[in-house]
T-cell receptor
Framework: EDKVVQSPLSLVVHEGDTVTLNCSYE??????LLWYKQEKKAPTFLFML????IEKKSGRLSSILDKKELFSILNITATQTGDSAIYLC?????????????FGQGTILTVHP | NAGVTQTPKFRVLKTGQSMTLLCAQD?????MYWYRQDPGMGLRLIHY???????AKGEVPDGYNVSRLKKQNFLLGLESAAPSQTSVYFC????????????FGPGTRLTVT
């Protein structure tokens, strides 16, 4: 059975801290991994990772994939209160026609001023 | 572009009542999906569609039906609502088979009493 596990489930930090969110996966015929940020409403896309060892970066956020060890991390440096959200990772299953996403439970990040 | 929109935003049903959730996208995407999100369980796929006139079951299809008569719309129906269907429902769309990113709507919060 396909499985994606995120840790920690919740995290509380202060502005300026650096955080690392973890995502491990067991996905049949793995194709890629997606990271989303969910504030009050819809999840919004952050990164798609396909190749092992190549870092994706957007401002203070960065992410990397390790296909050998089956995990990904999302780093946020110099956190701000606006980074408070649920962060979701999802494994994309290959070999199907519809791009099935298997989501983790999410990490709830709270950044205090 | 409005992106992905969902109606209604909130709804309260009594057990046994029926309703339809509407998802619309104006991006000419081929693929559309319905998910439910419950605390601690991430997003789970209910049904999906890979094109106009096609639908298929996801991970948790029981108690739901869908239709995709027009490319831009994907309807989710509950024929006889049960308290276990209390959840937040998200619709998502994806351009085609090549691009794996899914774009999410703002969600519908449904309570069944």
């Amino acid at each position: 059975e396909d499985k994606v596990v995120q840790s920690p489930l919740s995290l509380v930090v202060h502005e300026g801290d650096t955080v690392t969110l973890n995502c491990s996966y067991e996905v049949t015929n793995f194709r890629s991994l997606l990271w989303y940020k969910q504030e009050k409403k819809a999840p919004t896309f952050l990164f798609m990772l396909t190749s092992s060892g190549i870092e994706k970066k957007s401002g203070r956020l960065s992410s990397i994939l390790d296909k050998k060890e089956l995990f990904s991390i999302l780093n946020i440096t110099a956190t701000q209160t606006g980074d408070s959200a649920i962060y979701l990772c999802a494994g994309v299953l290959g070999g199907t026609s519809y791009g099935k996403l298997t989501f983790g439970q999410g990490t709830i990040l709270t950044v205090h001023p | 572009n409005a992106g992905v929109t969902q109606t209604p935003k909130f709804r309260v049903l009594k057990t046994g009542q029926s309703m339809t959730l509407l998802c619309a996208q104006d991006m000419n995407h081929e693929y559309m999906y319905w998910y439910r999100q419950d605390p601690g369980m991430g997003l789970r796929l209910i049904h999906y569609s890979v094109g106009e006139g096609t639908t298929a079951k996801g991970e948790v299809p029981d108690g739901y039906n869908v239709s995709r008569l027009k490319k831009q719309n994907f309807l989710l129906g509950l024929e006889s609502a049960a308290p276990s269907q209390t959840s937040v429902y998200f619709c998502a769309s994806r351009r085609d088979r090549v691009l794996e990113e899914q774009y999410f709507g703002p969600g519908t919060r449904l309570t069944v009493t």
